[in-house]
T-cell receptor
Framework: GENVEQHPSTLSVQEGDSAVIKCTYS??????FPWYKQELGKRPQLIID?????GEKKDQRIAVTLNKTAKHFSLHITETQPEDSAVYFC????????????FGKGTRLSVIA | EPEVTQTPSHQVTQMGQEVILRCVPI?????FYWYRQILGQKVEFLVS????????KSEIFDDQFSVERPDGSNFTLKIRSTKLEDSAMYFC???????????FGEGSRLTVL
């Protein structure tokens, strides 16, 4: 089955700096890669996603890149703000297979004002 | 915006007791999931459900767990005889087409004493 590795487990940045979180996946058939933000005690919320036919996607201050050959994808947050502080999870799935969405272990991002 | 709703938000139970967690999926979604998150850890897949039957389950989903959709609306997770290690946040998630675009409920926090 799919295995998703996520790094780093914790990340501290100064407000205004950029943050990058990286994930690798094992199943070359995976074709959908969402990123979730989870605030303390809350549910995971989808913030951006990318499909395997696209190499990069951007939504305001957040962007995701995908390298299918290397089987890794990354989340980039620019101009970080204190409200970006949360745990971020990457995930992967073969949306055409009968397999579940598999999550990475999460990255705790702290944005220091 | 339609939401996945879960009840109860928090349940405290004694070890060995049965627990039922309930979820009301988004009305036109066809794929239903239960995920578990032990405090501070990643979101782990338990089971997926489609067309009134289990489509996949993880190693965590042993004989103590069961799911059903008794009345066409609620989607329930039952734990027959709870153990201390079942203490976690349980998230229901639904998906319109089974492509991995999950919508999570707010979660049910289970505390087993």
């Amino acid at each position: 089955g799919e295995n998703v590795e996520q790094h780093p487990s914790t990340l501290s940045v100064q407000e205004g700096d950029s943050a990058v979180i990286k994930c690798t996946y094992s199943d070359s058939a995976s074709n959908y890669f969402p990123w979730y933000k989870q605030e303390l005690g809350k549910r995971p919320q989808l913030i951006i996603d990318i499909r395997s036919n696209v190499g990069e996607k951007k939504d305001q201050r957040i962007a995701v890149t995908l390298n299918k050959t290397a089987k890794h994808f990354s989340l980039h947050i620019t101009e970080t703000q204190p409200e970006d502080s949360a745990v971020y999870f990457c995930a992967a799935i073969n949306s055409w297979g009968n397999t579940p969405l598999v999550f990475g272990k999460g990255t705790r991002l702290s944005v220091i004002a | 915006e339609p939401e996945v709703t879960q009840t109860p938000s928090h349940q405290v139970t004694q070890m060995g007791q049965e627990v039922i967690l309930r979820c009301v999926p988004i009305s036109n979604h066809l794929y239903f999931y239960w995920y578990r998150q032990i405090l501070g850890q990643k979101v782990e897949f338990l089971v997926s459900f489609y067309n009134n039957e289990i489509s996949e389950k993880s190693e965590i989903f042993d004989d103590q767990f069961s799911v059903e959709r008794p009345d066409g609306s609620n989607f329930t997770l039952k734990i027959r005889s709870t153990k201390l290690e079942d203490s976690a946040m349980y998230f229901c998630a639904t998906d319109y087409r089974g492509t991995g675009e999950l919508f999570f409920g707010e979660g049910s926090r289970l505390t087993v004493l």
